[in-house]
């Protein structure tokens, strides 16, 4: 019983480049698992692939198994029936992926109608508990209104309700709140942790911010260049890390009541549309010997270092 | 806010006067249509020889023609002849050039490239040539003309709707359709289609009145609406034989259709302005 992908490559089609590099992760049902990388290291990629759902000129190789069963190169109409029914799909921005022209209540009964085999008026009925839930006052008349005339945080509620509309057993959340206010931020979150904890869901949360989804997960997996470097339960991953590149982003990081500047890691994250030769943070990296330049640390005891830091 | 739907765009438009002077020419030409359905001043066939040739006076508003019967009549019932062979073909050439447009966006690839190539093929010929030819051959009468009308409409719905859709195809909310489990056809009803119906409908204005304009080449060439019914095509050529005699004959059938043509083009390119920040997104 979980959502695995074992070793997953995405690559632009007909090139050798691959922009995810081997990744396998585990989520099981009830866990949360946090994803944290810089900008382009792979994170919506790597949740794309999960879905099934790369853009054209993407190829896909590995394995994506949900409860033992293999969805990489799954026709169709079996996605059909994983895709909002057993997973479901948070999006970044939440005004653009509702459907101007619908109600929310009639895109969330849709969804309801859809996957739970309900009535029109059943449907219905699920919409407005599901807008209760997720915190809309006023469900009954809110129902009737256009997405245009909701806030983001609001709105990301309302994509909420869709994604719940199908009774998922997984959520995939990519920067479910990057595009709203700070202040807003905190209660979505809020809501997601909830929401995914009393009904058992498993949940990937995405983030380009490592304290964010520190705060939230149980476990955490942390990306580079297309790559898991270092994953683990989060308190160990935050109170002794081994990989020198999470290391260095806890460096990076403003804390308050800490003296001294936050160090920023040196250099530049690498091009991936160039071959890559061992280890893809070794020229960034303070402990980096030949060895690491040649040959491709795997990941090993929840690290890909051949110099992993040791408390 | 940039993300307007076409739809509100429709309802914010402030009506401007092409748009109501257009409504107002197309939809009386259309009521007295309607109307003929019920109610007609004379019986539109009624032969009255006595009363030949009259000209318009209180009795005969547009006068009678070589046969004694009520111009006005006939203009009214050959209008309700006229916009059924119209709205037919506009209905079928629609629905068919709608779901053809639709699947080439949704399938990309193949389909879309035959498609495309199937409505170039189309466009390549003079549409009311090949709708003379058409009911030349397949015989004359409005279920052909019909027929050859909405053929010609195929290819322009098509392609309206491929363009229109093109980038709701890679939209967020078609991916998060797509994320929800949802089939390539009920997105494309449920999402695509609502978001571009605003246009379609502009559309669909504008080609009714080009398929009243074929309708009446077709009848006034006596290809499409047969005797004893009538149609402002069918009118205009009777009155043609007593032009100098009888210049009311045109007159009345002739305006009608002016009418409506104009008025319908006005209200399609009304529609247009008004939805024109609305059509500058989607393209
Ligand atoms: N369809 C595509 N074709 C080619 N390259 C792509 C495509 N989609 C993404 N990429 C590239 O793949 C890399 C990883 O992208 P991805 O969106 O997974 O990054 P990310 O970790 O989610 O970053 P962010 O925090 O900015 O969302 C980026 O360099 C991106 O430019
Ligand atoms: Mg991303």
Redesign the interface.
Known sequence: MSLVLDNVRVGIAGTGIDLVRGVSLALPPGETLGIAGESGSGKSLTAQAA?G?LA?GLRLDGGILLDGMRLDGAE?PA???????RI??L?Q?P????????TVGRQIA??AA??QGLSRAAARAEALGLMQQVGIPDPERRAGA?P?SFSGGQAQRI?LA??LA?KPDYLIADEPTTALDVTVQARILDLLMETVASRGMGMMLISHDLDLVAERCGRIAVFYAGRVVETGETRRVLSAPRHPYTAGLLEARPRIGHDGLPQPIPGQVPDLTRAVSGCAFAPRCPRATERCRSDDPGLEDGTACFHPLMP | MAEASVESAVVRARIGPALLLGAAMAGSMIALALISLVWTPYEPAALNIRSRLTPPGLDHLAGTDALGRDIFSMVMAGGANSLMVGLSAIGLGAVAGIALGLIAGARGGWIEEAVMRFSDFTFAFPALLTAIMLTAVFGAGPANAVAAIAIFNIPVFARVTRGAAQPLWRSGYVLAAQTLGKGMTRIAVSHVLPNISALLIVQATIQLALAIVAEAGLSYLGLGIQPPDTSWGKMLNDSQTRLAQAPWMALAPGIALALTVMGLNLLGDGLRDRLDPALRRVR
């Open positions: 879905m759902l054209p169709d996605w059909q029936g994983v895709r909002g029914r479901a799909y999006f921005e005004m653009s992926v509702l459907n101007p022209v619908q849709d969804v859809l996957h256009y245009q994509c869709v994604a199908g």
